[in-house]
């Protein structure tokens, strides 16, 4: 992991990280959120600057690899200093703890000159590669198939064939870009068609999602419905949870997936929940809550609880976070660790990934609930008696499973 070019959601300015293949038009991409508004930082051009001739970054280098690395003009010849990094892991480390951090802090520098209202793009090749996903609020992926990036980097770079396919095979592949994309820009058609979709992009979701996050407002509830299985929810809890983990390092404990979108198979409301784990609600209440404020999860006003199973036994205090991006619901519960609210989600999580028929039984009473009132949504279901019924079921099962969480 290349956490050298790591940066901290420390600042409420959205950032988008920006990538693609080579030749699957991120270019075009780039220009037209520049045109829409965005304040764009091109990652090649800053590794660039850095090391730019009369640079203290050019000097380490030249001083860690010598003078071969330059041209006759007394540049640096990226050619030559490829040569000597390319086969040499060793050679290739010591050049990235020279020019990473001047990348960072050059990035940094310009996220924080742009306006407090501003959307910043990161042009950002090798986002994937590198693990860069988690430092952005959003990752948006231009996607196209092989076949025309090959045509285009014949027709607009004049590569041969060869090439052209072994500068894609150096790269990550499609599935790995997916896997990492909060959206995904299909490019496969003309440069109108790809203009239509960055352009409802930003008026749909990185407009709101912008000013959302500047006014610490979570994304309002939307109408309650059942939503079919979704197989990709774990993959989009992933991002969530990587991007939550990069935000709050070492003050979350554990994160975790729970709710109904963590139960494979099973149908729900399309919110992923999310477990926090922390020491105490002391905790949760510093800057730990700034942290994900700043990281596109506000905390949601008031005051939140869980009902206790058995019921009767004292509530279950928590702190409830919610999303600022409008394209995707979260409902974060940050607990303390060990405590039984925590268990218990993790517990009935688990009870129901390994048993199909409450499983079902689980889904037609949630079904009912909401039916009846929707306004509730699914938390409509913690007061129902059943629950304290299934708590027990759930029990048993952990004590014959020898269960831990």
Do not use: C
Request: net charge neutral.
């Amino acid at each position: 992991m290349a956490t050298g070019l790591w940066i901290r959601l420390t600042v409420r300015v959205l950032r988008v990280g920006l990538t693609g293949g080579i030749g699957s038009g991120k270019s075009a991409v780039a220009a037209r959120l520049v045109e829409r508004g965005a304040v764009l930082i091109d990652a090649d051009r800053v590794a660039r600057e850095v090391v730019a001739q009369g640079t203290d970054g050019l000097a380490e280098v030249v001083a860690a690899f010598s003078d071969a690395v330059l041209d006759a003009d007394g540049a640096l010849d990226r050619a030559a200093l490829g040569a000597v990094v390319f086969a040499d892991e060793t050679a290739r480390r010591r050049l990235e703890a020279i020019t990473h951090p001047r990348v960072r802090a050059r990035t940094a520098e310009l996220a924080a000159a742009a306006a407090p209202d501003a959307i910043v793009v990161n042009d950002v090749p090798l986002l994937v590669e590198v693990g860069l996903a988690p430092t952005y609020h959003l990752v948006v992926v231009v996607q196209t198939a092989v076949p025309t990036r090959l045509e285009r980097l014949a027709r607009d770079r004049g590569m041969s064939r060869a090439e052209a396919e072994r500068r894609i095979a150096a790269q990550a592949d499609d599935a790995r870009r997916r896997a990492a994309a909060d959206v995904v820009l299909t490019n496969d058609g003309t440069l109108a068609t790809l203009h239509d979709a960055v352009d409802a992009l930003w008026k749909q979701r990185l407009v709101p999602y912008e000013d959302n996050l500047r006014q610490r407002r979570v994304v309002p509830p939307r109408p309650v419905e059942v939503a079919g299985a979704d197989p990709s929810w774990p993959q989009q809890y992933a991002r969530l949870a990587a991007r939550i983990q990069h935000a709050l390092g070492s003050a979350a404990l554990r994160v975790d997936h729970i709710g109904s979108t963590a139960v494979p198979g099973l149908a729900a409301q399309n919110v992923i929940d999310v477990q926090v784990a922390v020491s105490s609600l002391a905790d949760a209440d510093g800057p730990l809550a700034d942290r994900l404020a700043n990281a596109g999860f506000p905390r949601v006003p008031g005051q939140w609880w869980d009902d206790p199973r058995p019921a009767g036994s004292g509530r279950w205090e928590k702190r409830l976070h919610g999303s600022a991006d409008p394209g995707r619901p979260v409902r974060l519960h940050v607990r303390v660790a060990d405590s039984p609210g925590w268990r218990y989600a993790l517990l009935v999580r688990d009870y129901l990934r390994a048993d199909p028929d409450q499983r079902a039984a689980y889904l037609l009473l949630k079904r009912d609930l909401v039916d009846a009132a929707p306004e509730a949504g699914e938390s409509g279901t913690a007061r129902n008696p059943w629950f304290d019924e299934e708590y027990l079921r759930a029990e048993q099962w952990a004590a014959q499973t020898d269960w831990q969480p």
